[in-house]
């Protein structure tokens, strides 16, 4: 294909909200479709006039996808977003959880310091006979 139905086929794909293998199959379609029906590739203007804006056509083109199989994507999309969004959370809360655990058990450590005493107390001497 040149480049001005690469150009029209690239404005419908960037209009498809599907999946990525879900949208790569129904371009291929719509571009075998595209060279069918133009064996000589059409300019930019006969595209437009004929099919219609590329917005238009990939309307069209969500119609035939399976409204179905669509919504069981999203519902399933759905489900990992919220699973992710519990694991997440049930992380966080241990997480501050074990903070204050370990902030509440870790022995603190304490500075002693020794004053001497102002009065001296008496020294005892002993002679060597023990008296």
Do not use: H
Request: net charge neutral.
């Amino acid at each position: 294909m040149k480049s001005c139905n690469t150009s029209y086929v690239r404005s419908v794909e960037r209009n498809l909200d599907l999946p990525r293998r879900q949208r790569k199959e129904l371009l291929r379609g719509f571009q075998s479709e595209l060279q069918e029906r133009f064996p000589e590739p059409p300019s930019e203007e006969t595209l437009l006039s004929e099919l219609g804006s590329p917005e238009e056509v990939a309307q069209a083109l969500l119609l035939g996808v399976d409204a179905e199989g669509e919504t069981r994507r999203r519902k399933v999309k759905l489900l990992w977003t919220r699973c992710a969004a519990v694991i997440f959370g049930v992380l966080l809360v241990m997480s501050v959880g074990l903070f204050c655990y370990l902030g509440m058990t870790q022995v603190q450590r304490t500075k002693i310091i020794i004053i001497p005493s102002p009065d001296p107390s008496p020294q005892y001497s002993m002679d060597v006979e023990g008296k």
